[in-house]
């Protein structure tokens, strides 16, 4: 019993730090108004408070895993958690812009450690499966619910206090954070010591990463087309091709390229990719939706989210690991994702005079209904077929996914907005900005319904063997 306690008391401290990472991904979306006023960012500069996280974040995720893997995730998590808390007090404290801005390419880098091994250190905890999907749909609300609860808190915290508090609301949680992953998370494995971090590999994909981050969240400003967007990826590709020549050769790979060649992690990457570009364009643009078409103040918007967030959890907890265990992954992972993408068909349905109980609040228990179910089943198919030595490595793989497909889907949405509102005889109306946001949404109805069907239709999860306690036999439970 106490070694159950022990696990669980783990979980809940992995799952608070994984959530004050997710949570500054979006929490300042509501607060950049209030930031730009006081800080005096320009509109371009604006952009940065956000971009800046993203990049040292998605760049950062695989060598974090790997570090962990060699090094101890334990370990590893306790300076993310360091890294970040200090990084959250200077932008809490920030006088100017690039002290903002700096600051919060320090938090990415902590979160991305964070990230990177927590889902690792629950692997390794929970080895029953009934146990670990239950697990799992705790991380998974997580995970999937913290944009909602980070636009939730944001609007909350700068309605009511002001925008630091966004940002030093995470201290008092890093402290003790620290204190109690030191006591309850398990002791870091002893490695051979001929095991060594490819160090050029490293450097290659975390450039790669990098740059290719710059040059997707710049595309807009730039311009897709533009000699810098597409120098940048152009550098960004070169620079992939030229790790995974490495990974290939070398003696002690950062990523060994036999992973890719387990087909449910390589097709939880195309998922995580396509998920995640459907939801963070969902959570940028329904903010802005209710901000600027519904007329929404920074509080409103917050408590707009409480009802997405309370469902979500409520099948994340008690819904998504009971489906896992009757009906296997794929078919509660295609009924999930059809849902996001049934609420982000509803939010493009929305008119401009639109009201909250009639256009927003079903799309908003809809989405989570759809994350809250799905989530835990990608993450279950994703680390499902890798061996417990790397799981460090294939959580920085699946969050990397989601990472860069949530900037690159973001980017791709937004640009798709800008362009329709731009093509209107009047772009500067409410009905042109409104058009706009409609057409993202569509687009990204269309992203999170392909994932739906990949998965449901390419996932090859193994099946889950249970023990039966009456009978003493081992029961595998279905897959379909």
């Not at 979306?29 to 996280?53: C, E, H, K, M, R």
């Not at 995580?272 to 329904?286: K, P, Q, T």
């Amino acid at each position: 019993m106490k070694d159950k306690q022990a696990r669980w008391l783990a979980l809940y401290v992995l799952c608070l730090g994984d959530l004050m990472i997710v949570l500054d991904t979006n929490i300042v979306n509501v607060a950049l108004p209030s930031i730009q006023a006081d800080l005096g960012f320009s509109q371009t500069a604006l952009a940065w408070v956000v971009n800046a996280y993203m990049l040292t974040f998605g760049g950062f995720l695989l060598l974090s895993g790997r570090l962990g893997d060699l090094f101890g995730n334990k370990r590893v998590f306790l300076g993310g958690v360091v890294a970040f808390t200090a990084a959250s007090i200077a932008c809490g404290l920030a006088p100017n812009p690039l002290f903002l801005v700096v600051g919060r390419a320090v938090q990415g880098l902590g979160g991305a450690a964070v990230s990177a091994v927590a889902l690792a250190l629950i692997m390794g905890l929970f080895t029953d499966p009934a146990e670990r999907a239950k697990a799992m749909g705790v991380f998974g609300f997580v995970v999937s619910g913290g944009g909602a609860v980070g636009v939730l808190a944001g609007g909350v915290l700068t309605g009511l206090l002001n925008w630091h508090w966004i940002f030093l609301v995470n201290v008092p949680i890093g402290v003790g954070l620290w204190l109690a992953a030191g006591r309850v998370l398990p002791a870091d494995e002893v490695h051979d010591g001929g095991q060594r971090l490819d160090v050029p590999g490293a450097g290659l994909v975390t450039l790669s990463l990098m740059i290719a981050v710059y040059g997707v969240v710049g595309g807009n400003e730039a311009g897709w087309t533009s000699f810098q967007t597409l120098g940048l990826l152009a550098v960004a590709a070169v620079l992939m091709v030229a790790f995974v020549v490495r990974e290939a050769r070398v003696e002690h790979p950062l990523v060994p390229l036999r992973l890719f060649k387990l087909r449910n992690v390589a097709i939880s990457q195309i998922l995580g990719v396509l998920w995640a570009g459907a939801m963070f364009a969902w959570f940028f643009l329904s903010a802005l939706y209710l901000q600027q078409v519904l007329g929404y103040g920074a509080l409103e918007v917050g408590l707009a989210y409480l009802p997405a967030c309370l469902v979500m959890a409520f099948c994340s907890l008690r819904v998504s690991d009971r489906l896992v265990m009757r009906l296997g992954i794929r078919v509660p992972l295609a009924i999930g994702l059809g849902l996001v993408a049934l609420s982000l068909a509803l939010f493009a349905l929305a008119p401009v005079g639109g009201e909250y109980f009639v256009h927003v609040l079903p799309a908003m228990v809809l989405l989570g209904l759809g994350a809250g179910i799905a989530f835990n089943p990608v993450l279950l198919a994703a680390m499902g077929d890798v061996e417990p030595h790397e799981a460090g490595l294939a959580s920085g793989v699946v969050n990397t996914s989601f990472m860069m497909g949530g900037a690159l889907g973001l980017a791709i949405l937004v640009a798709v907005s800008s362009w329709w509102t731009g093509g209107q005889a009047d772009p500067t109306s409410l009905e042109s900005l409104h058009g706009g946001f409609q057409v993202a949404f569509a687009v990204g109805a269309v992203f999170a319904a392909a994932a739906a069907a990949i998965g449901g239709a390419y996932l090859r999860p193994k099946p889950m063997v249970v023990p039966d306690a009456v009978a003493g036999d081992e029961v595998a439970v279905p897959v379909h």
